[in-house]
Structures are given as structure tokens and as C-alpha cells.
């Protein structure tokens, strides 16, 4: 199985069968977990046959069953990029479990942090866990966003490496299933993006490693409050001067660089309309009878105006006084 088609087949499990995990897998876990420990610094732990950490009260309705291993991602309390570091070096262990003919999942919430067992020295503290064994199922494909909402270059533009890389991203696990992340193609690089939230640090260090594993590039993972940019994740309004009648059911509120699309049908007859896009001449489209405005959301509201002139009326000029 490559890495592509690991990704692919990939899908949350929670139901494992009653057996242990074959001895040459673990031993190839362990394997790939000694490399990523080396290689981040971080205290990554498999933890085998201990049923107490997903011993919760939520679990007592049948979330998890048979889930009795787990690989324990601990790291230093004082590390920054903890989060998103945990996320990077996980993956590639889930992807090489997936590799192993294992199932696992991801788990920040519904596991008891009291009773896990993994050894955490002072300094440390865990991040997540990651459920891992093999499966009664291979799970299922989650919902993904559009394409336009996870990414900020068209299909039609993307070089082939960035499109094996986006939909890797689109494929990978993150919490509740958020999709909190944003790609862009800057300088021939791909950037990612994601919100400041919680889990979402650790989403963005999947994302990064789908999306390097998938592509063969690197690149640049950035949280919106370390890159400085304006958030991504911030909606705009769009104000219509007196005019939002004239549109067919506006959108009134965008993210940044997300397509905007409004069309304008209340057209009458012998009239000429102008349009004003913050204050700035726009020349529309005229399509199925309507004007179609479209643009990308700038970091900013925008105020729409649209003028109207009847060009049957004759215009006199002013009368002259003697
Ligand atoms: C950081 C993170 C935390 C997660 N925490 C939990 C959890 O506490 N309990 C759970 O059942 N699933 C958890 N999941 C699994 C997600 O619900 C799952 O990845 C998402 O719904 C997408 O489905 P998929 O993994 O099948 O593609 C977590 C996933 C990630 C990435």
C-alpha cells in the first residue's frame, strides 16, 4: 500500500475486534514511533492492552468498543508548537498503522486522561491519544467542505503536486470533523492556515503531513495568530446602498478571498445602470438577463451602489435668461 493510497483508505475506526495486535505490526509501530521521537523530541508512546483509558461515561454508549490500545502523544508543557507537532508525527504513525493493515482514531476528548497509562515525566504533558488496533470495519468517508472553501486556487490552476496534496488535506482527520484550515498556492508554495481554536492546531499538523506525504513538497504551516495575516476566517458584510432589492437573494457576508457572486435582475427597460464597488467604477457581466458582479472578498466590507439613468429622457439644457 503507498502513502496515497493509505491516506485514501484511511477513516476513523472506534470498533475493534477482540484480538491483540499482530506482534510484527506493533513491532513496526514501535519502530516508527522510536524515528518520530528522535526526529521531534517528543515522548510518543504504544500503550497495549489497557481498557481504563476509554473506561469514560461516554464510551459506555458504545463509542468505542475493544478499545484496549492506544499510541499516547506526550510532549514538553513548554513547547510552543506542541500541538501542531503532536499533529505532524501522528499522522505519519496513523498512516503507517493504516500501512500495517491497523485501524485507528484520533482522540482529544473522549478518553480519561486520569487513567491513561502512558509514562508522562515532569515537563511533559499529553496532547491527545490515538486509538489503534484492528478494526471490525474499515470506518467510512467523512463530509468534506468545497473545494472553494478549504482553498484559495482554482482546479483548473493547480499544478499536479499541489492537487495531490489538497485533496490529501481533504482527507485527513480533524476534530469534530472542523476542516478549520485554508491552503493557498504563494510564491509556487503551499501555505495552510488555520484558526487560533481549540484542536485546531493539531488538525493543521495533519494536514500538513497529508499534504507533504501526498505531494512530495513542504510546506509552510501557519496559525493566524503567528503568521500576523489578517484572519481568513473572518467574514466581511456587503453593504448594499439602497440597492440590495435589485439583487437576487444576496450573500451579505464572505470570508476573505472567497468568491463573491451577485446578480442584478431589476432591470428596466431604456435605462443604462452603473455600478460602484467601494466608491470605484465596476464593469459587470450581462448574463442571462442580469447583471453578474464577481470578485474576491477583500479583507474589508464593501459597499455596492448602482445608478440608474432612463436614456428616453430627453435632457434639456438649461433655459437661458436674457
Ligand atoms: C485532533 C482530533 C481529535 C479528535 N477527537 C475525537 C474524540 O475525542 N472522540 C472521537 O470519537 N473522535 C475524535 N476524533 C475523530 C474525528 O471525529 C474524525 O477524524 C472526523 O470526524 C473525520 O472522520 P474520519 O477520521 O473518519 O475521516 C478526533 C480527530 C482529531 C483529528
Known amino acids: 500500500m503507498t502513502i496515497l493510497e493509505a491516506i485514501k483508505a484511511r477513516h476513523s475506526v472506534r470498533h475493534f475486534k477482540d484480538t ?10 514501535e519502530n516508527v514511533i522510536g524515528d518520530c521521537c528522535r526526529e521531534s523530541g517528543l ?26 490500545n492506544y499510541i499516547a502523544i506526550v510532549g514538553s508543557s513548554s513547547d510552543p ?18 500501512m500495517l493493515g491497523l485501524n485507528t482514531c ?26 489503534v488496533g484492528c ?11 468545497p473545494l472553494h472553501k478549504l482553498c484559495g486556487v482554482r482546479k483548473a490552476d493547480m499544478p499536479v503536486w499541489f492537487k495531490n496534496g489538497m485533496l490529501a488535506a481533504t482527507l485527513a482527520p480533524t476534530a469534530l470533523n472542523q476542516q478549520k484550515f485554508f491552503i493557498d498556492l504563494r510564491d509556487g508554495e503551499a501555505v495552510i ?7 485546531a492546531m493539531i488538525d493543521l499538523g495533519i494536514i500538513r503531513y497529508n ?24 467574514k466581511y458584510k456587503i453593504n448594499f446602498d439602497g440597492c440590495k432589492a435589485g439583487f437576487r437573494d444576496p450573500a451579505e457576508c464572505f470570508r476573505v478571498g472567497e468568491a463573491v457572486r451577485l446578480c ?32 474576491a472578498m477583500p479583507d474589508h466590507d464593501v459597499t455596492i451602489k448602482v445608478n440608474s439613468r432612463n436614456v428616453m429622457l430627453r435632457e434639456f439644457p438649461p433655459a437661458e435668461t436674457e
Request: aromatic letters at 10%; proline letters at 5%; charged letters at 25%.
Open 20 to 29: 491483540p495486535i499482530p506482534k510484527a505490526a506493533a513491532e513496526a509501530l
Open 43 to 68: 515522548n510518543i508512546q504504544l500503550v497495549q492492552n489497557d481498557p481504563a483509558c476509554f473506561d469514560t461515561l461516554l464510551n459506555h454508549y458504545g463509542r468505542f468498543r475493544n478499545a484496549v
Open 81 to 98: 508548537d506542541l500541538d501542531e507537532r503532536a499533529g505532524y508525527y501522528g499522522e505519519r504513525i496513523v498512516l503507517e498503522a493504516q
Open 106 to 131: 484520533w482522540v482529544a476528548g473522549t478518553y480519561s486522561k486520569g487513567k491513561c497509562a502512558a509514562d508522562i515525566r515532569s515537563g511533559e504533558k499529553i496532547v491527545c491519544v490515538i486509538a
Open 135 to 145: 478494526g471490525e470495519d474499515q470506518g467510512k468517508p467523512h463530509k468534506s467542505k
Open 193 to 199: 492556515t488555520a484558526p487560533k481554536a481549540p484542536m
Open 211 to 234: 499534504f507533504e506525504a501526498a505531494s512530495g513538497h513542504s510546506c509552510t504551516a501557519k496559525s493566524d495568530a503567528k503568521s500576523g495575516l489578517l484572519s481568513r476566517f473572518k
Open 264 to 295: 442584478f435582475d431589476m432591470i428596466a427597460t431604456d435605462t443604462n445602470y452603473t455600478f460602484l464597488v467601494d466608491g470605484e467604477p465596476f464593469s459587470p457581466r450581462y448574463e442571462d438577463h442580469c447583471y453578474v458582479l464577481e470578485f
